[in-house]
């Protein structure tokens, strides 16, 4: 398990974030078409995991702009913002913010923030994501992962991804 925060509260997770140089486990996600969002259709592709609670909260809907305009100018990479939101909540959200240059996937379905580590154990936000940014390869190899310390601060972007270089 590991340890992040939320409003100064020590909040612990379902395990561990996948240890870089490691292989990621496949995951399987629902995108805003409720289709599959797999780890397989993104072979070949470096993947920005931009993992949060909710769409619905002021700071996860920075780290979804942030990332959205940070990744115009990223060749051969997805980044794909990962939380328990329905997929219906998560197109309004793209939708509404004009969000085109990143994907979606929602756990409703899935067993991703368990496998992935991230899935909060207690707290007030107990059972959803903790905020985090997970970096992949071309070949599905961890790059770079990042719990943030505190749930209501934003993660460190530039670091995530000049983990792509």
Not at 54 to 81: H, M, P, W
Not at 129 to 139: P, Q, W
Request: net charge negative; aromatic share 6%.
């Amino acid at each position: 398990m590991a340890t992040t925060a939320f409003k100064g509260n020590p909040v612990t997770t379902s395990g561990e974030l996948p240890a870089v140089g490691s292989a990621a486990p496949e995951f399987e996600l629902v995108g805003t078409d409720l289709a599959p969002v797999t780890s397989g259709s993104l072979n070949g592709k470096n993947v920005v995991l931009n993992i949060f609670p909710s769409v619905d909260t002021g700071v996860c809907a920075q780290s979804v702009r942030t990332f959205n305009e940070k990744a115009t100018g990223l060749e051969n990479t997805a980044v794909i913002n990962v939380s328990a939101d329905l997929p219906f909540a998560l197109k309004r959200f793209a939708a509404d913010e004009g969000i085109e240059n990143a994907s979606a996937g929602s756990t409703f379905r899935s067993d991703f923030a368990s496998t992935y580590g991230v899935k909060m154990a207690d707290g007030p936000l107990a059972d959803l994501c903790a905020r985090s940014v997970i970096v992949l390869d071309a070949e599905g190899k961890v790059v770079y992962t990042q719990l943030v310390d505190e749930i209501t601060t934003e993660p460190d972007y530039d670091s995530a991804l000049a983990a792509l270089n």
